[in-house]
């Protein structure tokens, strides 16, 4: 490569290989093919995708792969020593879950957005990085472009977070404000979702809350410090709304939104999904279609709230690649294998189905009153 002066340099290729060529896969393929030039002139190296792993190599892609190799054989990555970096967008538990492990084992540094995965076996992984001297990273799993894992990491230390809480799945929040401002279906809003590339290839988990309740675990784990059982987190979903729970909001000033929460409450937390009655003019009301918002409440700093795309290819494969930089950058500095998130505390974690399910007759009461059959809890 040459220099303005035509001086001869040598500029470090980094080479990277991906697991998945869907949504966000081609978003990863755009993103560095066009900014390029400014990557390298930021970390003083060029990025370079290798080698893409996919389930069907005889598929059409819709992104440009020349000079690329597409490989159904993990081993072609698992195997190559040149690449450094092994990005996972393939999704579901397995064989994500080997393809990642066996890649941490062989000294390649992990970034992943498959948040299934990380709240399920998440400190088993993490375990795996740290004992094989790699970084494992996953920014892209939460909120999709918002960078909120590295943010609370990074700038709430010494503050002590008293509540996580906001909406963090793009489709069902897409679905919810189809329903309310274009008057569509459930199921068309859904199918439109889907197209968009919104949804998880198999979008039970994005409407029924479970997707939800992945990434307020893993946002938990973050904002304090501890690791929620999953069966601790009270779920519900969106499938029960019905127009009428929508038009009766509308009536009284209020937005039905799918809303995660991790608080604490005395000493110990509490995580929670379920549809709530936002009043019009609250922060989360007006967060439509795929964004996503967070609002994290610290003792010190009060409620700052985090708003940007939770979904779809370029914001997400934004995340994946602000990860790729971090890794270029530890790797520069040696220092890879250092824990994503540096905390590790015990928490006392409250089983909030049994808190939800109290809340719910108390609940029912009050809303018959106030919203004939909806029974929503207000936020
Ligand atoms: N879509 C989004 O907005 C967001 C997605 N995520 C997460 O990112 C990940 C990827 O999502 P997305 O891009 O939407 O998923 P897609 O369904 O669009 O793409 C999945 C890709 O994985 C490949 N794949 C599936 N099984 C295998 C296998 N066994 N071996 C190799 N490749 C395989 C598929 O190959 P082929 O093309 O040949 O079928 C496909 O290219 C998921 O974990 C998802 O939860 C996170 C945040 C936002
Ligand atoms: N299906 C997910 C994708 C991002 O995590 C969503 O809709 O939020």
Known sequence: MKTKDSEAVTVKII????????????????????????????????????????????????????????????????????????IEVMGTIQPAQT???ALLKNGKNVITANKDLLATNGSHLIKCAQQNHVNLSYEASVAGGIPILRTISNSFTADQIIEVSGIVNGTSNYIL????????????????????????HDPTNDVSGKDSAYKM????????GTTVPLEKIAVSGIEQVTKNDILQAQKYGYTIKLIGQAKILEDSLSVSVQPMFVKKGHPLANIKDENNAVLVTGASVGEILF????????????????DVIATIKDIQLNITGSKFNNFSRTTNIIDANKEYSKNFLRRKERSNKLYLNSSYPIL
């Open 307 to 322: 708003y940007g795309a939770g979904a779809g290819e370029l914001p997400t494969a934004n995340s994946i690649l602000s």
């Open 177 to 200: 404000t189809q329903m309310t401002e274009n008057h569509s279906t459930y199921r068309e809003a859904l199918h439109n979702a889907q197209a968009l590339g919104l949804a998880e």
């Open 99 to 101: 393809y990642i492990e």
């Open 217 to 224: 675990a893993i946002l938990a784990e973050f904002a304090f």
């Open 15 to 86: 080479k990277l290989g991906v697991i998945g060529l869907g949504t966000v896969g081609s978003g990863i393929v755009r993103i560095i093919q066009k900014n390029q030039q400014k990557i390298r002139e930021t970390r003083g190296c060029c990025i370079q995708v290798k080698t893409i792993v996919v389930a069907d190599r005889t598929k059409k892609r819709k992104v440009d792969l020349r000079g690329i190799k597409l490989t159904d054989q993990i081993n072609d990555l698992l195997y190559d020593n040149e690449i450094q970096i092994a």
